[in-house]
């Protein structure tokens, strides 16, 4: 069975870290395209960031609004995919969630506003509160 479990979430100031993991089963990495994405209150789900393999080359994409702030990652020996997030605005408190794409459609890897929509299977998210 495929799962993924995010995990990392918490309450920091604006300016602070956090690191979030998504732990995955079910499937090769290499086939695929694991992305992370956020929901604030009363907004749509939006990619943040992703990450895939091919034949080894790791290739990854970032939403503008965090580009240069976090950092997507991956350890395939612990199968698990990191979302390293320096530089905390108020405006990325929201749900964390890691989805997989098993087509590893590109829709999906450049993180459209219709990406969402290519998830092939969702973790639980987890929540992360910035304050000012």
């Known amino acids: 069975d495929v799962q993924l479990q995010a995990s990392g979430g918490g309450s920091v100031q604006a300016g602070g870290s956090l690191r979030l993991s998504c732990e995955y089963s079910?499937?090769?990495?290499?086939?695929?395209?694991i992305a992370w994405f956020h929901q604030a209150p009363g907004k749509e789900r939006e990619g943040v960031s992703s990450i895939s393999s091919d034949g080894g080359i790791i290739s990854t994409k970032y939403a503008d609004v965090v580009q240069g702030r976090f950092t997507i990652s991956s350890d395939a020996a612990k199968k698990t995919v990191y979302l390293q997030m320096n530089s905390l605005r108020p405006e990325d408190t929201a749900v964390y969630y890691c989805a997989v794409d098993l087509t590893s459609s590109s829709w999906f890897f450049t993180l459209n506003s219709r990406a969402s929509s290519y998830a092939s299977y969702w973790g639980k998210g987890t929540l992360v509160t910035v304050s000012s």
């Open positions: 079910g499937f090769t990495f290499d086939d695929c395209v």
